[in-house]
């Protein structure tokens, strides 16, 4: 018999995942993505998280018993009453993220803790009407007893600047049509990230909107195979990857990043939480802790990839002989103090952490400004990281069969391996390095860590709204008192 209070499990998740859904790759309409070669290893990687959950060693630190149905699921779900309970969530958060050493940012829990904090801002959506609040508090019981796995699109094609290609078709998501059932949606989101793992995708406005813009201003669920949605991917590094020996990460958390194309899809009022209100589809961001409450995991991400990506860098210099030069320390101890700037951020918001109602969060103020920060410091640490490489990162073997062929290898041990090193141990390093900082992946995850929080200029603007003016400007003020007159 089985016990209905155990967690999902990675074979669940993957048969969640067989639900006919398009994805449109390489000119095809990929309908069976769970075993494709563009998704397959991604796909395993993601259950692989439910699975490492739901063993029981690990059960009571990445778990909570569901509050209505009994059933263990994700402390990703969990509304933290406490201090306590926060670091408690964020140690589950934390093993979620070092099980792909921070390689993928779309993790469950990027989207749970949307959820989350709408839940802990039911406030919120009861003064936006009571219907809408009864679909916040159905889902979010739903997502999390189920464990369901969502990505979101929040923003805009940057197409949706210009004038539209067909008049009177819409860029972006909009409402065209509703009924008693629900609403119905045309359109575009630019990119959603992780949606070949996940389940359901949360549309939502996040950028400023004026009257005249309720088309555009709404809440909704949606799951990936509705009829009408379309996932166009980006190129899947997956499926162009040699090996796992030659490309260590791409070949195996390649999350990937699509086009939403919505073609009249159907989303019942069970499912909409905000609808054609403006000023609702921005205060849901800002005048909650949705915003910061749903970046902080994703901090607790990065603070793990860039550990990861110091150890790594440190290993390097030792296989290029280079650590004991005072340019390698010196540079290694600045990515050391970055990373270490990314986590002192984290434990600073929870510390720092508010009360608010019954729950406690972190600190927004906090939450924003390891934002703007972190936005800035990745492209620079990496520029270290490749200042530190040299040539080693490409004088490689052309792939895993230069080592094993015998018209190869013996060269290859002769140019690749050292006193300290076999070569196929330098090559396995810097095979890895080279996927960290320079391929194709690496490149993508540069960018995803620079804007999948919107850009920075945006990042700045919310430090500046969320950061207490006052307290800064009344020490001025209260120095200037002190200053005597010109008299
Ligand atoms: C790899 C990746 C994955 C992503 N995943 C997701 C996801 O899963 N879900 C999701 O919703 N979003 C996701 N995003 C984020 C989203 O798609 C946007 O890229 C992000 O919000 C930035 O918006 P934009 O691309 O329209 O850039 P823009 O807003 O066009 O900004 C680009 C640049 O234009 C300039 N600029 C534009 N407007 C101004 C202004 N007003 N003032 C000053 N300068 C300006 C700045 O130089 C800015 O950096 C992802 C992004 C990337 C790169």
Excluded at 265 to 284: G, L, S, T, Y
Excluded at 377 to 383: A, C, N, S, V
Excluded at 453 to 461: E, N, V, Y
Aim: some cysteine; proline content about 6%.
């Amino acid at each position: 018999m089985s016990n209905t209070a155990a967690p999902k499990t990675g074979a669940e998740h993957i048969d969640a995942l067989r639900d006919g859904r398009t994805i449109i790759l390489d000119g095809a309409l990929v309908t069976e993505h769970v075993d494709h070669p563009a998704f397959a290893n991604a796909v395993r990687t993601g259950a692989a998280l439910y699975d490492f959950a739901a063993n029981p060693a690990n059960e009571e630190k990445m778990t909570f018993a569901s509050p209505t149905s009994g059933r263990r699921v994700s402390r990703a779900w969990q509304l933290p009453r406490n201090y306590q309970e926060l670091v408690q969530r964020r140690e589950a958060l934390d093993e979620i993220s070092k099980s792909t050493f921070g390689w993928v940012g779309r993790t469950p829990d990027h989207v749970a803790s949307a959820l989350s904090a709408m839940m802990m801002s039911i406030d919120f959506f009861e003064r936006h009407g009571p219907k809408r609040a009864a679909a916040v508090r159905d889902y979010f019981t739903w997502a999390r007893d189920n464990d369901i796995w969502c990505g979101y699109a929040i923003v805009p094609s940057q197409i949706d600047r210009l004038p539209p290609r067909v008049p009177g078709e819409p860029a972006d998501a909009t409402i065209v049509d509703e009924d008693s059932e629900g609403i119905t949606i045309k359109g575009s989101r630019q990119l959603s990230t992780g949606l070949p793992m996940a389940q359901e995708l949360l549309i939502a406005a996040v950028r400023p909107l004026k009257p005249g813009q309720e088309n555009v201003s709404f809440t909704a669920m949606v799951p990936l195979s509705a009829k009408g949605l379309k996932l166009i991917s980006r190129r899947s590094y997956e499926a162009h990857s040699v090996s796992p020996f030659d490309s260590p990460l791409s070949s195996q958390y390649d999350e990937n990043d699509s086009v939403v194309y919505f073609d009249e899809v159907k989303i019942p009022w069970e499912r909409v939480f905000i609808h054609n209100d403006v000023e609702a589809a921005r205060a849901q961001w800002f005048d909650t802790p949705l915003m910061a409450y749903q970046n902080y995991p994703a901090q607790i991400r990065l603070s793990n990839k860039l550990a990861f990506m110091v150890g790594l860098a440190h290993r390097m210099s030792i296989a290029n002989g280079s650590l004991q030069m005072p340019g390698t320390q010196e540079a290694l101890g600045q990515m050391a103090a970055d990373a270490n700037q990314v986590r002192a951020m984290v434990l600073a918001m929870e510390v720092s952490g508010v009360q608010y109602g019954e729950y406690f969060i972190p600190d927004s103020s906090l939450q924003y400004s390891a934002q703007v920060l972190s936005q800035q410091l990745y492209p620079k640490f990496i520029t270290r990281f490749r200042e530190l490489a040299g040539g080693s990162v490409l004088a490689r073997p052309s792939s895993h069969l230069d080592l094993t062929s015998a018209a190869s290898a013996d060269f290859i041990e002769r140019t690749q391996g050292s006193g300290i090193q076999s070569a196929v141990d330098r090559v396995k390093l810097f095979n890895l390095a080279w996927d960290a900082i320079g391929s194709e992946f690496a490149s993508r995850h540069t960018q995803y860590e620079m804007f999948y929080a919107g850009p920075t200029f945006s990042s700045r603007m919310r430090n500046f709204g969320s950061f207490d003016w006052e307290a800064v400007g009344s020490q001025v003020d209260a120095f200037l008192a002190r200053v005597p007159g010109p008299g």
